[in-house]
């Protein structure tokens, strides 16, 4: 289960302390102008040592493409990629090789596999999305040719969230303009401050991703077990530390009446549209042309700088106190990974309904 798409698919390798990771892209299409730029920028937001609130690991993480391109085009075969692990300190994680992890997958990796690979998680480290990053920014530039893009946000950490909807802000300029990445400045600022917080106590704060795709038109998706917002789903409840997923109103929609929530369609000069958008863009699995917006939620890092209760390999009860570089909150980094995942769902998709031969696209 190394591998995701349908049609766009990448399958991934590699682990946190190894050599590198990277992967293999199929089903890119040919001719497709590889702006290495863009991937490069892409990179750096999801690298680590941004800024002060994450973890102070210092990678480059430049992108070697091995196959798949030619003369700065795609060829439409298959798009080979490495990217080189270049700061491990794997000493960090010597006193962990018999200890579970609270809320690691160190007991569940060891059940199932009968071994592990304990520093920094080997396989279930974030450093595998490394590979997601440059498969979903190739996803995007194939998107932007049919004049759809994906932003995403930092709309809560922590007990501070956002209160007004996507559309009051900016997001294609405000959202980066701080650390946290997220289009409200004043909220901005007090999340910063309630990380720094959060990391002089050597504890960690979870938070919420919302992510808006515009641009899509109607008619995408599947009616039965391929929906739309379940790809999504499975999608961003892949990505590590994410603990759920709401679409359109999600969570929020039970307290309305079906008189209140209903998305009326209307004639919107001569295109057919919905007066509101409860539904978050997706009817009945399928795009309906407008925005399609979510939410993931991202539980609190793991890994805390002070001393937890635990057991070792063979049952014994200890204490752990964890050493190395660590965020004390995902959500910022997590911005470009939700983007990633979400660009390469919609773009499988779409290639699906080509495929199909129906559908809009």
């Not at 946190?16 to 199929?26: E, L, N, R």
């Not at 808006?212 to 998706?221: D, E, H, K, N, S």
């Amino acid at each position: 289960m190394n591998t995701f798409g349908n049609i766009y698919r990448l399958t991934s390798f590699g682990e946190s302390h190894g050599s590198a990771v990277g992967g293999v892209i199929d089903g890119c299409p040919p001719g497709l102008l590889l702006d290495l730029d863009f991937i490069r920028d892409e990179m750096n937001r999801r690298r680590p040592g941004q800024s002060s609130l994450t973890t102070p690991r210092k990678e480059s993480d430049t992108v070697e493409f091995l196959s798949g391109v030619y003369e700065g085009k795609t060829t439409g075969t298959p798009i080979g990629f490495i990217v080189r692990n270049e700061n491990q300190h794997s000493g960090d994680y010597d006193n962990l090789r018999d200890i579970y992890r609270p809320s690691h997958a160190d007991y569940t990796y060891d059940m199932k596999y009968g071994l592990r690979d304990h520093r920094g998680g080997g396989r279930s480290s974030a450093r595998e999305t490394v590979a997601r990053c440059v498969a979903g920014a190739i996803a995007k530039l194939v998107l932007k040719e049919s004049g759809i893009a994906i932003r995403a946000y930092t709309s809560c950490i922590g007990h501070i969230r956002l209160e007004r909807p996507y559309s009051d802000y900016n997001l294609e300029e405000a959202t980066e303009s701080n650390p946290v990445r997220c289009p409200d400045p004043q909220k901005a600022a007090e999340m910063e401050a309630l990380i720094s917080e959060v990391k002089g106590l050597g504890d960690s704060v979870g938070g919420i991703v919302s992510c808006v795709i515009r641009g899509l038109p109607p008619g995408v998706g599947e009616p039965v077990f391929g929906k739309l917002h379940a790809a999504l789903g499975a999608a961003m409840l892949s990505i590590n530390a994410a603990k759920g997923f709401d679409y359109g109103d999600g969570f929020d929609a039970p307290r309305f009446r079906g008189s209140e929530h209903n998305d009326e369609f209307i004639n919107d000069n001569g295109t057919i549209s919905t007066k509101t958008n409860y539904s978050g863009g997706i009817q009945g699995g399928i795009s309906n042309g407008r925005d399609i917006y979510f939410r993931v939620a991202f539980k609190a890092v793991a890994t805390l700088l002070r001393e937890q209760q635990t057991v070792d390999k063979y049952g014994r009860e200890t204490t752990l106190k964890t050493r190395g570089r660590h965020d004390a909150c995902v959500i910022p980094r997590a911005v470009p990974i939700v983007e990633a995942m979400a660009a390469m769902t919609i773009l499988d998709y779409v290639l699906l309904a080509k495929s199909q031969g129906i559908g809009p696209v």
